[in-house]
């Protein structure tokens, strides 16, 4: 099946300070998501993102499908995007496959 | 709309007890899936239903079954829980199948002694 790993796997950041994370893939996908895991244990879809790029507030998400590699661009970061971000992908015939995800600590 | 929601949030459970985690969907969706998180770790499919009437196994079947009670009602059985069972369970639903977006219930978390 479909590889799906992500980095980096933990992120310490100060307020207001922006990241980049990345998702590898290993094979072609026709759905690939970005979800927020929240320290609650909630999970929460941010986007829904199988190619090109997408803007929700400060969060963005580009994936470049060709490459098999998608970003989630977090700016200007607050205590409460705590948590964990997981990239989701599947492929025609597979089933959603989680990656590893990246704990993120955003220190006030 | 209440989107997905499960029941019950937290159970406790003794090696050889039986229970059903149920799953309903208010927002018409066809998919419905069942999954477990285990600690640091991402979601593993157990079981998902593409649509009313049809379930098949996912990554991780064994100790499991399923039913699909109506569009709204996904609910998973553990006959005989092990305390490699213990895990958050999440329940998911999505209008187009696999390939759409998935909408998150708030879990349940399940302890096997």
């Known amino acids: 099946g479909i590889q799906v790993e992500q980095s980096p796997p933990d992120l310490i950041l100060q307020e207001g300070a922006n990241s980049t994370l990345r998702c590898n893939f290993s094979d072609s996908v026709n759905n690939l998501q970005w979800f927020h895991q929240n320290p609650w244990g909630q999970l929460i879809n941010l986007f829904y993102i199988p190619s090109g790029t997408k803007q929700n507030g400060r969060l963005s998400a580009t994936t470049v499908a060709t490459e098999r590699y998608s970003l989630l661009y977090i700016s200007s970061s607050q205590t409460t995007d705590s948590g964990v971000y997981f990239c989701v992908a599947n492929n025609a015939g597979n089933m959603l496959t989680f990656g590893g995800g990246t704990r993120l600590m955003v220190k006030p | ?113």
């Open chain 2, 1 to 113: 709309n209440a989107g997905v929601t499960q029941t019950p949030k937290f159970q406790v459970l003794k090696t050889g007890q039986s229970m059903t985690l149920q799953c309903a969907q208010d927002m018409n969706h066809n998919s419905m899936y069942w999954y477990r998180q285990d600690p640091g770790m991402g979601l593993r499919l157990i079981y998902y239903s593409a649509s009313e009437g049809t379930t098949d196994k996912g990554e991780v079947p064994n100790g499991y079954n399923v039913s699909r009670l109506n569009k709204r009602e996904f609910s998973l059985r553990l006959e005989s829980a092990a305390p490699s069972q213990t895990s958050v369970y999440f329940c998911a639903s999505s209008d187009r199948g696999r390939t759409d977006t998935q909408y998150f219930g708030p879990g349940t978390r399940l302890t096997v002694l």
